[in-house]
């Protein structure tokens, strides 16, 4: 089993910086991929970011430029640096990891096998 929880979320100004963090307890988190997905009111759950076991990414086009992805597998963690922030932007954001053979970039939220209790962007106009 695999538990993930969130921190760092929060309110902050269009055009600023938040770092989001997820924090895995559970053997082999290592080989799993990660991903951030947003879940905006009345929309739907989409990926943002995810990194495979050995720190390959993939970003969503929404994030590319703006959004960094990382882990620390010494301390099982992974992190999103967010830049730039919009409004857009704002949203619930969940933490979700999955054991991969192939293709570690998967969008598709029913692909994960594991999810944090989520944490909360707001970005301010």
């Known amino acids: 089993q695999v538990q993930l929880v969130e921190s760092g979320g929060g309110l902050v100004q269009a055009g600023g910086s938040l770092r989001l963090s997820c924090a895995a307890s559970?053997?082999?988190?290592?080989?799993?991929?990660v991903a951030w997905f947003r879940q905006a009111p009345g929309m739907e759950r989409e990926l943002a970011a995810v990194i495979s076991s050995i720190g390959d990414t993939y970003y969503a086009d929404s994030a590319k430029g703006r959004f960094t992805i990382s882990r620390d597998s010494a301390k099982n963690t992974v992190s999103l640096q967010m830049n730039s922030l919009k409004p857009e932007d704002t949203a619930v954001y969940y933490c979700a990891a999955r054991m991969y053979w192939n293709d570690y970039a998967s969008s598709r939220p029913d692909d994960y096998d594991y999810w944090g209790q989520g944490a909360q962007v707001t970005v301010s106009s």
């Open positions: 559970g053997r082999f988190f290592s080989r799993f991929a």
